[in-house]
């Protein structure tokens, strides 16, 4: 899937682009092999980021929930249905709960912590990745009420896009909507297998009945997704306007499979039979990607599948899986600004990585989670790239992944954090309901859709509570950026933007670390 080209910045097309690109890769170079950044904390970042679940929490709230400005809410979901909805995320400023980038969230949450779990813990953070993910984990298995049914969706996003108000006030239909034998949506029920896949990996040392559980949904899920075809969005019609899944459903199966062949401890060859047979018919081998998200996932297949090569017992699917690695590399060569000249990732002139306009920064992060892992990989296994612009080793993909995340800290020309709660300077009139309102512990009294919008969505100031750990959309093309409420492209947040970076800045901590104290490597969780 090729993505067009936004035209170059002009500046940069009057300057010779030989000169441009030789001083860029001996910038980075040197880059390369400098010491972590001393100028951002990103331990701090971390921890912040982690907050930010907790306030995109749906439901009943528990005891120890952190993030005090948010209560109880959505209580009754599902009830009209006759199902226990209760629980689950809010994917942005707004309340519906949709169930494929929540699953995405959770399966990137869940990959940070198999990548860089013992890092998390090095941070204090593990406890926080484990409750985040869980959070999500125990309404899909909620939302899982039988073999062959998944609730894709509760509430409606034209009703609530209506109100502006408060979780905790909702008034809006919180009707739910589901995919079966009838109805199917493979994107979905794939890639919450994917996510309850992953993350039975991640309990299967702490909580191996919950992780046996979760695995067990998993492998339904992947069955009814497999055996009943098609996208979600043509049975849940209301979600073409927030989440179409434009690339369809093969991506997601695709993903799903790999992480149940790890998930069943690389041992189940039924899950990597498909991944291996399905290559080509499923587009794994045949897209050339440069984005990764909450709908295109072929570069996280991609990545995933070039690391089983590392495992000698994977010899006899060595052809497809390095046909795999070769469309992984083009990702990541694209990143890198190594392909030939119309096959890159565009960049804001402040270095930024640019897919689109509309909330950017989630690419920015899953970009940086890929570089980073896949970074990691080549340095485990002795490795470079060949991108079209030269050969790469790791240390230049870890580079421009800290370069990423050290611009959304703050090393950029608005010198903003767009991470919310971070630093000195970030935005503070987020795109959010519930930040912009006063907090329901503090005014419990009801705040209705129309009232939202007269007093609070129209006021110039700062919103009264912080969305502590929000990635929002950030600046365009041009590095530019508003701090404004109603500018939703830029200043709204989403539960998947903040999800990859969970996984980079632990890594980002401990390099830091090791250069500080001269530590030796650790190994994967």
């Known amino acids: 899937m090729e993505l067009k080209k936004k035209k170059k910045n002009p500046k940069l097309i009057a300057s010779n682009p030989h000169r441009i690109l030789h001083h860029y890769t001996l910038l980075l170079s040197i880059f390369a092999v400098l010491p972590p950044s001393q100028s951002f904390n990103y331990a701090e ?3 912040k980021s982690l907050l930010y679940f907790e306030a995109q929490r749906s439901g009943r709230l528990p005891y120890n929930q952190r993030v005090r400005w948010r209560h109880h809410s959505g209580l009754t979901d599902g009830l009209e249905q006759g199902v226990d909805l209760v629980g689950g995320y809010y994917d942005a400023g707004d309340h519906v709960k949709f169930g494929l980038p929540m699953a995405f969230t959770v399966t990137m949450l869940s990959w940070s ?19 985040a993910i869980k959070w999500g984990t125990d309404y899909f298995i909620k939302a899982h009420t039988s073999p062959n049914v998944l609730w894709a969706e509760v509430g409606d996003g034209d009703t609530d896009h209506y109100c502006w108000q408060r979780a905790e006030d909702m008034a809006t239909s919180r009707r739910a909507y589901k995919i079966d034998e009838n109805n199917p949506g493979s994107d979905l029920a794939g890639e919450t297998a994917a996510a309850m896949a992953a993350a039975s990996i991640v309990f299967r040392r702490t909580n191996p009945h919950y992780s046996h559980l979760l695995l067990h949904h998993a492998q339904q899920l992947f069955e009814f997704g497999d ?58 081998l045949d897209w050339a990607i440069t984005e990764f998200s909450w709908d295109v996932k072929y570069a996280g297949v991609q990545i995933l599948a070039a690391q089983l090569l590392k495992e000698e017992k994977h010899r006899e699917h060595r052809h497809i899986l390095n046909q795999y690695k070769s469309k992984a590399e083009y990702y990541i060569c694209s990143c890198l600004n190594k392909n030939n000249v119309t096959n890159n990732v565009d960049r804001t002139p402040g ?152 996984g980079v800045l632990a890594r980002l901590s401990q390099l830091n670390e090791q250069h500080n104290q001269n530590l030796p490597l650790v190994a994967s969780y």
């Open 113 to 131: 912590v198999v990548e860089y779990g013992h890092q998390l813990a090095a941070t204090g953070e593990l406890e926080h990745a484990l409750e």
């Open 351 to 502: 270095g930024l990585l640019y897919i689109r306009q509309w909330n950017n920064m989630q690419y920015v992060s899953s970009a940086s989670f890929l570089l980073t892992t896949y970074s990691d990989f080549l340095r485990t296994s002795n490795q470079n790239i060949m991108c079209h612009g030269g050969e790469v080793g790791p240390q230049e993909l870890v580079g421009l992944a800290q370069a990423q995340v050290d611009y959304i800290l703050g090393s950029n020309p608005m010198n903003m954090s767009y991470l919310v709660g971070y630093g000195p300077n970030y935005p503070t009139r987020v795109h959010h309901r519930g930040a912009s309102i006063a907090c329901y512990t503090e005014n419990k009294g009801y705040i209705g859709c129309t009232q939202g919008y007269d007093n609070w969505y129209s006021r110039k100031g700062p919103n009264p509570n912080v969305v502590v750990g929000a990635l929002v959309g950030g600046p365009d093309c041009q590095d530019n950026f508003r701090d404004e409420r109603g500018n939703y492209m830029q200043t709204e947040a989403c539960t998947y933007n903040t999800a990859p970076l969970v």
């Open 227 to 284: 055996k009943y075809r098609g996208k979600y969005d043509s049975s849940v019609e209301v979600v073409k306007d927030y989440y179409a899944s434009v690339s369809g459903y093969m991506d997601e199966m695709l993903w799903a499979a790999v992480w149940l062949y790890k998930a069943t401890d690389n041992v189940e060859k039924y899950y990597l039979n498909y991944l291996i047979n399905k290559a080509h018919c499923f587009g794994g």
């Open 45 to 47: 970042a971390l921890s």
